[in-house]
């Protein structure tokens, strides 16, 4: 692994019963924080998807009609599920340093949709697939919007709170639970504020454990796991994904995560109820970590997604 500090924790939750494995000297176990980069995404659009549903407002509905207050600047036409499976065709125009250099304050996130959706639309709507940060910049205001809270608070009482994800959070932790430090090859690096506009795609720390409790509520809601797995994309695009996550041959549910200092992976397999998830504090470590989870689910569905976690959204 290259750094004395340097390791991945990994949960495995099969029908709910828990096993943890923790991998080089890293010292951390399963409640140890770390920074989840895209693993975030999921837990947005599950909050989004029950925020939606406990309301009765549909996914197909056009993100417009749900952020009035930015029609003037609106040139993009897309609904809110085009967003979350992110084939709503948005020009890719707003990088994270845009995003970040907008600041840290209570208006940014809309501040960053309205950059967004001025850029319009490239291809049409649900014509293709393609992993944009943006889409998630999008997603976190119309969150925001039908609940009259702010993101983060959104995100709290729709789904950190309800499913008692105690541990998962914006805010860097602090003693007792320090974060683990991420480390880039040989160098240390320092813990830095995530850009408030980027959270819903990628701010949160989170541990092992609540990743598991996050994964097992989602399989044991079936409803609400159909509507999130259901594939949105169509048979020429780069990947099958739902909303939020990329579906492999046999049913599998995957992503990655990637910032500077951590790598990150979650696979499902809802089929045989089972479910892992691996944190690392290294930038190098996701080929290893990519491995490791498909191995594990192997004896279960026979494919071999090591490459596909690997390279997902690269």
């Known amino acids: 692994m290259g750094t004395a500090a340097a390791g991945v924790v990994i949960g495995i939750s099969r029908g709910g019963r828990r096993t943890i494995e923790v991998e080089g000297p890293i010292v951390a176990d399963e409640t140890s924080a770390f920074r989840i980069a895209s693993l975030t995404k999921p837990l947005t659009a599950v909050a989004t998807v029950r925020a939606f549903a406990e309301r009765g407002i549909a996914l197909t ?6 952020l009035p207050t930015l029609a003037a600047d609106w040139q993009a036409d897309t609904t809110v599920e085009q967003l979350l499976a992110q084939v709503s065709g948005l020009r890719e125009s707003v990088d994270g340093a845009t995003v970040a250099a907008l600041g840290q304050g209570p208006d940014v996130l809309q501040e960053a ?19 944009y940060n943006g889409n998630y910049f999008l997603v976190g205001s119309l969150l925001a919007a039908v609940t009259g809270k702010g993101f983060e608070q959104a995100l709290d009482s729709c789904l950190l709170a309800p499913w008692g994800l105690n541990s998962t959070g914006f805010d860097t932790p602090t003693a007792p639970t320090e974060p683990i430090t991420g480390w880039d090859d040989q160098t240390a690096l320092p813990v830095e504020d ?9 701010g949160l720390w989170s541990c092992v454990a609540d990743y598991l409790t996050f994964a097992e509520h989602l399989l044991a809601d079936q409803p609400l796991l159909d509507e999130i797995r259901r594939p949105r994309t169509r048979p020429g695009d780069p990947m099958t994904y739902g909303l939020a ?17 951590y790598r990150t992976a979650v696979l499902l397999a809802p089929d045989h109820h089972y479910a892992s ?13 990519a491995k490791r989870l498909s191995d594990l689910q192997h004896e279960l569905t026979g494919d071999d997604l090591s490459v596909e976690i690997d390279a997902f959204a690269e």
């Open 113 to 131: 949709a309205q950059l967004v959706v001025r850029a319009g639309n490239d291809p049409a709507p649900g014509d293709s697939w393609s992993y």
């Open 277 to 289: 998830v691996a944190l690392g504090n290294q930038s190098q470590l996701l080929p290893q970590i």
């Open 194 to 202: 995530y850009p408030r506009g980027r959270r819903p795609s990628g």
């Open 61 to 66: 509905t056009p993100a417009i009609e749900l």
């Open 245 to 261: 996550w990329a579906l492999g041959p046999s049913g599998q549910m995957y992503l990655n995560g990637r910032l500077a200092g």
